[in-house]
């Protein structure tokens, strides 16, 4: 769906309240997967084709298991980063992440899709615009590539690569644009530590912006966002749609 955007330089993180309610509300929607479980046993079944999913910006693949249990029991071959805890990308971490991608494609004779948590949607993207063609698409759960410092992690993230000013506006216009493969976009206007408009995709061809309610750490569990997930996975490659609401597990 399309959402209304403002300037990127008018950004900034998103209100402190919502980001000291992130914790409650996060355990809040986990009680939630409970109380759906049998609406998402209905979500449709997967192809068996790899799944490559990156956590967030201090978040290991802890934080990815019931994403990857619930990918799992609908048919797909869902794999974590092994990468221990995500501290921000550098240049033997890109490696890893591409020898992973290319290890999927080769074992499985298949293209890989990538999800991607906050600061792991950024990994996504940008090794699909790095190797498109072994990549099937893109999804994204509250992923600032917009605006990457539109975000209260950005106050304790540090650069470990030390970027001149010029070469971070330039990484900033980059990860910004559209990649290309298929690239949905989930985000929450309640997101407590992104702010959501940062999370939008520029519209249009195989791009996609997808609204959730939901707070940013309860992304990756909450079942608004499984059922979108486990819906954009079941389309057929090359025959990509818009997402509509209740098309999948309802």
């Known amino acids: 769906m399309s959402a209304e955007r403002a300037p990127w330089d008018a950004l900034g993180p998103p209100p402190v309240g919502l980001f000291l309610r992130e914790q409650a509300r996060a355990l809040g929607e986990l009680a939630q997967v409970r109380a759906r479980r049998r609406a998402l046993a209905r979500a449709p079944r997967g192809d068996g084709h790899p799944v490559y999913v990156l956590p967030g910006f201090l978040a290991s693949d802890l934080s990815t298991v019931p994403l990857r249990r619930f990918l799992c029991a609908l048919g797909y071959d869902a794999h974590g980063w092994d990468n221990g805890r995500n501290l921000g990308p550098d240049a033997r971490l890109r490696s890893e992440m591409r020898w992973t991608l290319a290890s999927l494609c080769t074992r499985t004779g298949?293209?890989?899709?990538?999800?991607?948590?906050?600061?792991?949607?950024?990994?996504?993207?940008?090794?699909?615009?790095?190797?498109?063609?072994?990549?099937?698409?893109?999804?994204?759960?509250?992923?600032?590539?917009?605006?990457?410092?539109?975000?209260?992690?950005?106050?304790?993230y540090r650069d470990r690569e030390g970027r001149s000013a010029r070469e971070a506006s330039a990484l900033r216009a980059r990860l910004r644009s559209p990649v290309p493969v298929p690239?949905?976009?989930?985000?929450?206007?309640?997101?407590?530590?992104?702010?959501?408009?940062?999370?939008?995709?520029?519209e249009g061809g195989e791009r996609e912006n997808v609204e959730v309610r939901c707070s940013h750490i309860g992304m990756g569990f909450h079942p608004d966002v499984l059922e979108i997930?486990?819906?954009?996975?079941?389309?057929?490659?090359?025959?990509?749609?818009?997402?509509?609401a209740g098309s999948g597990a309802d």
Request: hydrophobic share 40%; charged share 20%; net charge positive.
């Open 183 to 202: 690239t949905t976009s989930i985000y929450s206007r309640t997101d407590g530590v992104c702010n959501w408009r940062s999370c939008l995709e520029v």
């Open 110 to 156: 298949r293209r890989v899709s990538l999800v991607g948590w906050s600061l792991g949607g950024i990994y996504a993207r940008e090794l699909a615009r790095a190797h498109p063609e072994q990549v099937r698409g893109v999804i994204t759960l509250g992923t600032p590539f917009a605006d990457v410092s539109a975000t209260h992690a950005a106050r304790i």
């Open 229 to 244: 997930v486990a819906d954009r996975l079941a389309l057929p490659e090359g025959r990509w749609a818009p997402y509509r």
